[in-house]
C-alpha cells in the first residue's frame, strides 16, 4: 500500500498561536493530497485539499504547502481556537482511492 | 438532508458470526467508501464503489463483501466474524471524480465493532 506518515504525533500549542502539522508522502504519482480533521467520537471532516500540480493553496484559516522535492505535506492554521483541538490526518489520493496517515494529535491550550 | 448515515452505531460479535453493515447517502454521490480505523491508526480503505452496481477492492479487502444494488447504499459484510475485525468502521461518500469538490468525502459517524 502507500505510505502517508506524519512526523509529529501530538502538538500542543497555545490559543492564538499558529500551528503547523507536516505529512510526508511516499508516492509522487498521487493526484491530490487532502487534510482531514476528525474530532472525538466523530468521523473526519474535510479541510482542504491541493492538487499536485500546486505548491500552495489557502483556505479560512489554513493553508496548505506542497514540496514535491521532498515529499512534504503541511498544514498551517492562523491563531488556533479551541475547536480546533482534533486529530489532523493527511491523505494522498490515486486512482479514486485515498491514502492516509496515522494522524497528529492537536491540543490547543487556552 | 441527512448526509452520510451508518447503522448500527454499535454491534458485539462472537468470532465465526455474521452480520451487515449499512451505509446511507442522500447527496446522490457516485462514490462510497468503506473504512476502518484501529487505534493509534489513520483510516484504511475495505472497499469502494465508483457507482452503482460496481465495487473494488481496497487496501484491506481480505475477510469483507461489499454490495452497491442502489446508488444510495453501500452494505459492508463480516462472514465470518475475527477479533482482527474489531474497529471502527466509517463510510464515505463523495461526488464525481473531476469535479471540483471530488476530494470532500463525506463521512459517516462511525459504528464501533468488538468481535469477542
Known amino acids: 500500500g502507500e505510505s502517508v506518515g506524519l512526523h509529529l504525533p501530538t502538538l500542543s500549542v497555545q490559543e492564538g498561536d499558529n500551528s503547523i502539522i507536516n505529512c510526508a508522502y511516499s508516492?509522487?504519482?498521487?493526484?491530490?493530497f487532502i487534510w482531514y480533521k476528525q474530532e472525538s467520537g466523530k468521523g473526519p471532516q474535510f479541510i482542504i485539499d491541493?492538487?499536485?500540480?500546486?505548491d500552495k493553496r489557502q483556505g479560512q484559516r489554513v493553508t496548505v504547502l506542497l514540496n514535491k522535492t521532498v515529499k512534504h505535506l503541511s498544514l498551517q492554521i492562523a491563531a488556533t481556537q479551541p475547536g480546533d483541538s482534533a486529530v489532523y490526518f493527511c491523505a494522498e489520493t490515486l486512482i479514486a482511492q485515498f491514502y492516509f496517515g496515522t494522524g497528529t494529535s492537536l491540543t490547543v491550550i487556552p | 438532508n441527512a448526509g452520510v448515515t451508518q447503522t448500527p452505531k454499535f454491534r458485539v460479535l462472537k468470532t465465526g458470526q455474521s452480520m451487515t453493515l449499512l451505509c446511507a447517502q442522500d447527496m446522490n454521490h457516485e462514490y462510497m467508501y468503506w473504512y476502518r480505523q484501529d487505534p493509534g491508526m489513520g483510516l484504511r480503505l475495505i472497499h469502494y464503489s465508483v457507482g452503482e452496481g460496481t465495487t473494488a477492492k481496497g487496501e484491506v479487502p481480505d475477510g469483507y463483501n461489499v454490495s452497491r444494488l442502489k446508488k444510495q447504499n453501500f452494505l459492508l459484510g463480516l462472514e465470518s466474524a475475527a477479533p482482527s475485525q474489531t474497529s471502527v468502521y466509517f463510510c464515505?461518500?463523495?461526488?464525481?471524480?473531476?469535479?471540483?469538490?471530488?476530494?470532500?468525502?463525506?463521512f459517516g459517524p462511525g459504528t464501533r465493532l468488538t468481535v469477542l
Open positions: 491541493i492538487r499536485s500540480n500546486m
Open positions: 464515505a461518500s463523495s461526488p464525481l471524480s473531476g469535479t471540483s469538490f471530488y476530494n470532500e468525502q463525506f
Open positions: 508516492n509522487s504519482a498521487s493526484d491530490y
